[in-house]
């Protein structure tokens, strides 16, 4: 694929595209009438810039108080095309001007959406974009009929699509409070089954991807599901249970202590659901106990689906390394998930997704650790948070020094684009090899 006269493999085309979207998110939000005070530095329009791409929802600064209404629709404009992706975007620019799309161009969506063929790939991009626009909106209408009883008209309908299109795509931003405040975040609507309920339902639903929402769309017609989506949505349920019934476990004379039966239970299951890359939270995360802390964390490095909004390893990666687990402790040669057995390729993939991804984190953690004076949890908390794209944070954000907002931006960049995506998209061409080594042997274990 030639651009300038540069050959770029689709990897290439998508980390550019985010870069793209990055460096024009920090020049809007560095003008003066983005902020409120007329000046944001570049490394905090930079660190936000990226944290609303990559639809991460950290912030250095309060979105509803520091910024105006500019800067806020600039990052709702970034986390909108950083959630479905540019290429979808792009896609649907050139549909509704009713252009033809390109060879190289499916190449490119093929790439973006994570499928293995081009075969209808043009009509996954219209189900992607009709489903986004369709959940988007019924969730803004929705929050902005309960906003209505809180604020005036106008805002209210503002508000609803804000924070609608911000947690269906999984960024986790939002326009109440200060993030330095007791207040941040969603927590004053803890005891509010609206709220509650329709986040919850947009991050699941932004969570799975568009590949199995497509797949489900179409069960009464086919009345059978994919292998892929099989998978993604018994381990999510399956992750969501147990998170929520550990959750519940750890904080039931804590955090959840002061609220009633319904607020204990809406809280649980959303702060089950939601370091899955939704980013928002309804209990302060530094009041909880540690080990609840250290679940969280668990659930953000797990992440959301591929082809989703969301970051981290993702559901399929980790369901692959626990039937692989399981057959080797069976004495099973081939790892079987719904009576399919999984290519040895797709397992090497997932090693290889998971161990870059601990190195990325403990690389990042360790030096994160000599640049800021944190607790080492708060620190490990906020590095996994950044490459799982959630957003969640124990505060440790906005007391970043210059060179741990770097390394965050760092993080939250590999956590959107993909660790693997960015490795073959920096790697050198390479050449077919001539020989092979002999077989050696290694003890393992």
């Known amino acids: 694929m030639n651009f300038g006269g540069l050959k770029l493999t689709p990897p290439k085309v998508l980390s550019l595209g985010f870069v793209i ?3 024009a998110g920090t020049f809007l939000l560095s003008l003066p009438v983005s902020s409120v005070e007329g000046h944001i530095s570049f490394i905090d329009a930079l660190f936000m810039a990226t944290s609303a791409t990559c639809v991460t ?16 629709v600039v990052l709702l404009v970034l986390f909108q095309f950083g959630g479905l992706g540019f290429i979808t975007m792009a896609t649907l620019i050139t549909l509704v001007l009713n252009k033809r799309i390109s060879f190289k161009e499916r190449i490119l969506m093929q790439e973006s959406m994570n499928q293995n063929s ?43 699509i804000f924070h609608s299109i911000s947690i269906f795509n999984n960024a986790g ?23 509650n309920f329709t986040s919850m339902i947009l991050i699941f639903l932004g969570g799975v991807g568009f590949i199995v929402l497509s797949d489900v769309f179409d069960f009464p017609k086919r009345k059978k599901l994919t292998l892929h989506s099989k ?35 809406m809280a649980t299951f959303l702060q089950a659901i939601t370091p899955r890359s939704g980013g928002v939270t309804t209990i302060e995360i530094p009041l909880m106990r540690e080990s609840t802390q250290f679940l969280m964390i668990l659930l953000m490095f797990i992440g959301a689906a591929p082809g989703s909004t969301g970051g981290g390893i993702k559901i399929t990666t980790f369901a692959v390394l626990v039937a692989a687990v399981s057959a080797r402790l069976r004495g099973k040669e081939d790892i079987v998930m719904f009576r399919h057995r999984i290519a040895k390729e797709n397992v090497y993939r997932a090693v290889t997704m998971t161990l ?57 960049f590999l956590g959107r684009t993909g660790p693997l995506t960015l490795a073959y998209a920096l790697k050198p061409k390479g050449s077919k090899e001539l020989y092979r080594y002999p077989e050696g042997k290694i003890t393992i274990g």
Do not use: C, W
């Open 21 to 23: 979207l990055i460096t």
């Open 57 to 72: 929802g950290l912030a250095v600064i309060d979105t509803g108080t520091q910024l105006t209404t500019f800067g806020q």
């Open 118 to 160: 081009m075969q209808g790939i043009v009509q996954l991009i219209r189900r992607v974009l009709i489903y986004s626009l369709v959940i988007q909106l019924t969730g803004a209408i929705v929050f902005a009929g309960r906003f209505m009883m809180d604020m005036p008209f106008g805002k209210a309908v503002y508000y609803g």
């Open 173 to 195: 931003f939002d326009l109440f409070g200060d993030i330095h405040g007791p207040f941040s975040g969603l927590t004053r609507f803890v005891n509010d089954p609206i709220v």
């Open 231 to 265: 998978v993604v949505l018994s381990t999510s349920m399956i992750l969501i249970v147990i998170g929520a019934a550990l959750f519940f476990l750890l904080e039931f004379n804590s955090t959840l202590k002061p609220l009633s039966a319904g607020g204990k239970m």
């Open 356 to 412: 870059m991804s601990l190195m990325l984190v403990v690389i990042a953690t360790m030096l994160l650790s000599v640049t800021e004076k944190a607790d080492f949890l708060a620190v490990l908390f906020e590095s996994v948070s950044a490459f799982g794209t959630s957003g969640l944070s124990m505060g440790l954000t906005p007391e970043l020094t210059t060179a741990g907002k770097v390394l965050i931006i760092f993080l939250m």
